[in-house]
Each structure stands twice: as C-alpha cells, then as structure tokens.
C-alpha cells in the first residue's frame, strides 16, 4: 500500500491543561501518514487522483489553530476522526501530535501522542 505523509507541520496554539498555556500558547507539531492507492495518480500525473497537501494541512490547522482544548489527546483525535470523515478511500491513517517543551520538570523536549485509524 501506498503512502503520503505530511511531517512536522507547526503551530503555536492556545492548547493546554494549564491557564497560563491558554493564555500564551504552545508550539506543537503534526505528522500525518495517510495510506490509499497512488499508482493512477502516478500513471496520469492528475491531483484528483491523489491527496491535495494544502487541504490536508488546512483541515489540521483547523484543528490547531480552532478551540483551544486542554490535553494533546483530544488534538490527536480530533485530526484523526477528521482525516477519516474527509479522507474515506484511505486504508489506514497515523497522526501524531507533539507539544514542544511542555511547562513541567524535568524539562524535556517534547511530549507526543500517537495514534491509528481505523480503529480495530
């Protein structure tokens, strides 16, 4: 199977558990793997045959950039279930979303959630 992936797209967001997050933002990122068939794509150079890149990164911007909510987890699904609803020739998709240095100690790089669609 065949596979596109959009890695690291960035955002500073109001996502967080804390006030203070909300308030200031974080800065997250986003891989999306989305599994379907590229071969007639590839055979007939037509974009309608494949993903458009633009419309997969502006449905997570969305996301990202939409509602503030409290834990990554609830980004995690949200770009999932969305991937799923816009994206339904697809095999099996994976997002993972990472904050990038989250207010905690010992400091760290990031935190990362990951998960897969379809669910089993």
């Not at 309608?48 to 997969?56: A, E, F």
Request: aromatic share 8%; proline share 6%.
């Amino acid at each position: 199977m065949d596979c596109i992936t959009l890695k690291n797209l960035r955002f500073h967001s109001l996502h967080g558990f804390y006030r203070e997050e909300r308030e200031s933002g974080n800065d997250f990122e986003v891989d999306v793997s989305i599994w379907l068939p590229l071969s007639d794509a590839g055979k007939t150079d037509n974009l309608d045959l494949t993903l458009d890149y633009s419309r997969v990164a502006g449905l997570i911007g969305d996301i990202m950039e939409g509602e503030p909510v409290k834990l990554i987890e609830t980004l995690l699904y949200a770009i999932g279930e969305s991937m799923i609803r816009n994206y339904p020739n697809a095999k099996k998709i994976e997002v993972a979303v990472r904050k990038m240095h989250p207010p905690m100690s010992p400091s760290c790089e990031y935190t990362e959630v990951r998960s897969q669609w379809p669910k089993l």
